[in-house]
């Protein structure tokens, strides 16, 4: 039977049925690069997986006031702000990059990266109506459910590449993930918020996301400016700079470890 690469394994058609095997398969297509930092990329996945976490129990424990609908539409406004502000980050880089080289070879890339961008955001407005209209019609129960599941682990899969960016740009996904947290963040601090918490817990709440973000950001921009010689405000196409005597990883190691 034919089969789909996931992982670096070679898995069936039927796999596809789980929601974390059809995510790998629509936001991990081949022409994203492999991420170039395993470290990173480790911490990254451990930070959306521990905000899903300490996001659910903050509500549940804390607020006492979860909805997992709720939750759903704050997604789906993500979404909306995701949308417009992506496009205009890599828009004002596109801008930087012109004047160091073509910008003609980034173009599938970044008809690629729209689409996957469009495809999240589809997934997560499509769930979050036929969650609405499961009260309706409950037989569908099955099929929000799974969507739910396929969008939580796509959330997982696109913070790697951020909708497939790093194909553009291997530092793009960084700065794009700091700009929208927290342009995401800023709006609950400025209308005053916090998701029925207290000050202190609330500003905490809303700004750890952002910080942690940026902090990672940073710590990728440098490792790749360290250990690859690739600098954000170099073209995509331009030769990467060798990264200097005293920086390079010792032959035979692992730079990342």
């Known amino acids: 039977m034919a089969g789909v690469r996931h992982g670096g394994d070679i898995r069936s058609r039927a796999s596809l049925l789980w929601p974390r095997h059809a995510a790998w398969a629509v936001f991990q297509p081949g022409w994203i690069p492999p991420p170039d930092d395993p470290l990173v990329e480790r911490l990254k996945r451990f930070r959306v997986i521990a905000g ?12 006492r006031d979860f909805d997992g609908k709720e939750v759903l539409e704050n997604l789906v406004v993500a979404c909306v702000v995701l949308l417009v502000i992506a496009p205009l980050t890599v828009g004002v880089m596109l801008a930087v990059w012109r004047r160091r080289g073509p910008l003609r070879p980034l173009v599938p890339a970044l008809i690629g990266s729209l689409q996957l961008l469009l495809y999240f955001v589809g997934s ?11 009260v309706q019609f409950p037989f569908f129960a ?6 739910l599941w396929f969008v939580c682990a796509a959330a997982v899969r696109i913070n790697s590449n951020f909708f497939g960016t790093a194909a553009v740009h291997r530092a793009l996904p ?5 700009v929208t947290s927290w342009l995401m963040a800023i709006p609950d ?17 809303i700004l750890g996301a952002p910080v942690l973000v940026t902090c ?10 360290r250990f690859h010689g690739i600098r954000l405000l170099d073209h995509p ?9 005293w920086q390079r990883p010792h032959q035979g190691g692992n730079p990342y470890s």
């Open 174 to 178: 960084p700065v794009l993930a700091s």
């Open 142 to 147: 099955p099929v929000p459910l799974w969507l």
């Open 189 to 205: 601090l400025v209308t005053g918020d916090l998701h029925g918490l207290g000050l202190t817990l609330g500003v905490v709440f």
């Open 124 to 134: 997560a407005v499509l769930t979050l109506l036929l969650l609405q209209g499961g």
């Open 52 to 63: 899903m976490i300490v996001a659910s129990g903050v509500y549940t424990f804390v607020a």
């Open 237 to 245: 196409g331009a030769p990467q700079r060798p990264a200097r005597p």
């Open 216 to 225: 990672l950001a940073l710590l990728e921009m440098h490792r790749l400016r």
